[in-house]
């Protein structure tokens, strides 16, 4: 919501106001509260040693001339010049806020914002952070499930809402919230709630009354095309994979950007079975799928003039009497075969198959989204996700649209060194190389799926590898909760809104 009334007469539960650090003191930023009320925060913030620095969330209540119970005291950081402040710290900060005010039923934001892009982030930031799953919950009267609730309604003060931008930056806000929510939960629902099938089903489901077509194809369609990496990952499983194609085509577009996600729905290794440990958050294995899905549903409803299809290929990995044995051949979709030296180095394989038949619709662009290998997390982090591919001005594109929507990505190199260890006396190319470089040799697999496309160049794609980012296995942070993030969703909407407002 949005609302021009004076912030020191909101009464709903809480009102948010930004503390940032000046001189070694911490003060308050909110032009839109009297100067009785600003110094009276000022007096309440010196009492209780608020820092004003950018992870700190500081509550006082019963403050004089609020009608609001309670006042959030959010960090913003060093103090801005020119008071203006980057979209990233102001999403980060009315996240890290909402996430505070669990349990509260309303609060109103009253952050920095400056301009509709300002209003546009901390509604976003606010929304993301007021997110919960609860869906195995067992009881809502249990001890402390109130507190574990989101909180419910979130009004950005001091803004105009009559102002067209700014109408319509917070409407981009609740799209792109709504879409990293519906991946947040995908990737946590338990892997025995959503198997290929259901997942499928979840993404007809998602997207029923949209402008985006739906085609799923089952074992039988797989079969009959040629699938074998699809086949050869999930035919250790009772549950069979799937392959969903969405399609967005808008009459008009200027462009087509195809996106494919990886969608292991429980990856156990297969033969080449994972530890016990490496097993306990492998449910986030299809979030690469997830993101796709949430993205290709957002840009729909934001209404882009760019064709977008998305390739989700959903398997489930497990071992079996009819698992696939590390020296299988497979072949792929399109005819290349692939020698499987370890089985859980799946995810490049169902992701060749949907590389190659992406191809046959001749986008512009491919973009592949996966937790696809654990080197990321050795070389990034669990916050700093890896972009690499074939097409600089892609790669870089993309870069500066992952940095606006407030995501870290990080520009990794394809070493043609390291493909020849992927050669297989048996095959066209092994599923494993140098062991060294995991992450780049697993880049590299993939881009000998890349399609041709005019005069016989590889088609510009890259690939993300969100390994780490995708799951959050630590404390909550900013508006980023524990467990699925939801990562790589909010930057490729921004991709194709960049794309979509140029020539392609």
């Not at 009608?67 to 020119?82: D, F, I, N, P, Q």
């Not at 917070?170 to 919230?177: P, S, T």
């Not at 020849?420 to 190389?433: E, P, T």
């Not at 630590?474 to 020539?503: C, M």
């Amino acid at each position: 919501m949005l609302s021009g009334k004076n912030p020191k007469s909101y009464a709903g539960d809480a009102l948010v106001v930004g503390v940032a650090q000046r001189d070694g003191a911490a003060v308050v930023v909110a032009d839109g509260l009297p100067r009785a009320v600003r110094a009276a925060l000022g007096e309440a913030a010196a009492r209780l040693r608020v820092s004003g620095a950018a992870d700190s969330v500081d509550l006082v209540p019963g403050v004089e001339g609020v009608s609001a119970g309670v006042v959030a005291l959010v960090g913003l950081g060093a103090a801005a010049e020119g008071g203006r402040y980057d979209a990233e710290v102001l999403r980060r900060a009315a996240g890290r806020a909402a996430r505070a005010l669990a349990g509260r039923a309303s609060a109103g934001f009253l952050l920095p914002a400056g301009d509709a892009a300002g209003v546009g982030a901390v509604a976003e930031g606010a929304a993301l952070g007021a997110y919960a799953f609860t869906r195995f919950r067992s009881s809502a009267g249990a001890e402390g499930a109130s507190a574990s609730q989101p909180l419910a309604e979130v009004t950005v003060l001091g803004a105009k809402p009559r102002d067209e931008d700014v109408a319509a930056a917070v409407e981009r806000a609740g799209i792109l919230a709504r879409a990293v929510a519906v991946t947040r939960d995908l990737v946590n629902t338990p892997p025995g709630h959503l198997p290929p099938a259901d997942f499928a089903a979840a993404a007809v489901e998602h997207l029923a009354g949209t402008s985006v077509g739906v085609r799923v194809l089952d074992e039988e369609d797989l079969s009959e095309g040629g699938y074998g990496g699809l086949l050869g990952v999930g035919q250790g499983s009772s549950r069979p994979p799937r392959l969903v194609v969405l399609d967005y085509a808008p009459k008009g577009a200027t462009g087509h950007l195809a996106l494919v996600g990886k969608g292991i729905t429980f990856d156990s290794g297969g033969l080449s079975l994972k530890p016990a440990s490496g097993m306990e958050t492998m449910k986030c294995d299809m979030a690469g799928a997830a993101a796709v899905l949430a993205a290709v549903r957002a840009v729909a409803d934001l209404g882009l003039p760019l064709r977008v299809t998305g390739w989700l290929a959903m398997a489930e990995n497990m071992p079996s009497g009819t698992a696939q044995r590390p020296s299988d051949v497979l072949t792929t979709y399109g005819g290349k075969t692939v020698e499987v030296l370890n089985t859980d180095a799946e995810g490049r394989l169902v992701l060749a198959d949907a590389l190659v038949a992406a191809g046959e619709e001749e986008p512009d662009h491919i973009v592949d989204v996966a937790t696809l290998t654990g080197a990321q997390m050795v070389a990034l982090g669990n916050r700093v996700s890896a972009v690499m591919g074939n097409d600089d001005a892609l790669r870089e594109r993309f870069l500066a649209a992952s940095a606006a929507a407030g995501e870290q990505f990080w520009p990794m190199p394809l070493p043609v060194e390291l493909r020849s260890s992927m050669d297989s006396q048996v095959a066209d190319i092994a599923n494993m190389g140098d062991r060294f470089g995991g992450m780049l040799v697993a880049g590299l697999f993939l881009q000998e799926f890349v399609p041709a496309g005019p005069e016989g160049r590889p088609r510009p794609w890259i690939h993300l590898d969100i390994a780490g980012p995708a799951f959050n296995s630590g404390s909550p942070h900013d508006y980023t909760p524990k467990g699925g993030t939801g990562v790589a969703v909010r930057s490729l909407v921004a991709l194709a809104e960049s794309l979509a407002g140029s020539s392609t």
